[in-house]
């Protein structure tokens, strides 16, 4: 077993370069599609294991929207590109102090600092709900994965080709609250305009389509 020391967490930037927009059950079939479009090996880090189409169909199933946290990252098309998981660790008649943190960047979307800013955006809304303690479950391969938890300050423990990491993090203060805030209403509105983009686009190639099969010499 190999322990990687770390310092305490510090607080960490809600900034980002990508609107990241919170998700619930109506983006479910968006999941899906983005899950089932990884390649076995990226399958393989996200889940720990060789997850099957089937498997991946039941993930997606049992989200436990309005419990645990879903963020995504959307293109011009409204294509799930990248997308992380902040699933709650509950106790009985305790709720949650901790959670648990999981993320898939599409494999035309890598090197932007998709699954950095994701983490970034999980942190703080953990912070904001009272979680005290952050993990993160990857295989000691998952490369990326860990330089994300060792930036943020983690403890990695390692052991028979796995990583466990443990966060602390700091509680909310006025600029995580506020940060959130401000994050969330900016990608829901970026999302409306992608949304409202992509409906001009299909009424104009329904209107080119309808004037290609027109009639010649109607007025």
């Given amino acids: 077993m190999t322990t990687t020391p770390s310092r305490p967490v510090a607080a960490v930037s809600v900034r980002g370069r990508a609107p990241i927009r919170t998700l ?53 098309r409204l294509e799930l ?5 902040l699933a709650y660790m509950v106790v009985p008649g305790r709720g949650s102090d901790s959670a648990e943190f999981g993320v ?10 998709y699954g950095q800013q994701l983490f970034d955006r999980a942190v703080v809304h953990a912070r904001n709900h009272g979680v005290r303690y952050l993990y993160i479950h990857a295989l000691s391969e998952n490369a990326p994965m860990l330089r994300i ?21 700091p509680p909310a203060d006025f600029e995580s609250t506020v940060g959130e805030l401000l994050q969330e209403e900016a990608a829901r509105a ?4 992608k ?10 190639r329904r209107l080119v389509r309808w004037v290609v099969r027109r009639p010649a010499g109607h007025g």
């Fill in 24 to 76: 619930d059950a109506s983006h479910a079939e968006a999941i899906l599609r983005h899950l089932l479009a990884l390649g076995e090996r990226d399958r393989y880090l996200r889940f720990g294991y060789a997850a099957q189409d089937e498997h991946i169909r039941r993930y997606v199933q049992g989200l436990r929207f309005g419990i645990d946290e879903v963020f995504g990252i959307f293109n011009r």
């Fill in 81 to 85: 590109i990248a997308m992380a998981h």
């Fill in 104 to 113: 898939s960047v599409s494999a035309h979307a890598r090197g932007r600092g």
């Fill in 149 to 169: 938890a060792r930036k943020a300050g983690a403890t990695v423990v390692q052991q028979a080709g796995e990583s466990e990491c443990h966060l602390a993090l």
């Fill in 190 to 193: 970026n999302y409306g305009l």
């Fill in 195 to 204: 949304a409202l983009w992509q409906a001009v686009r299909r009424a104009w």
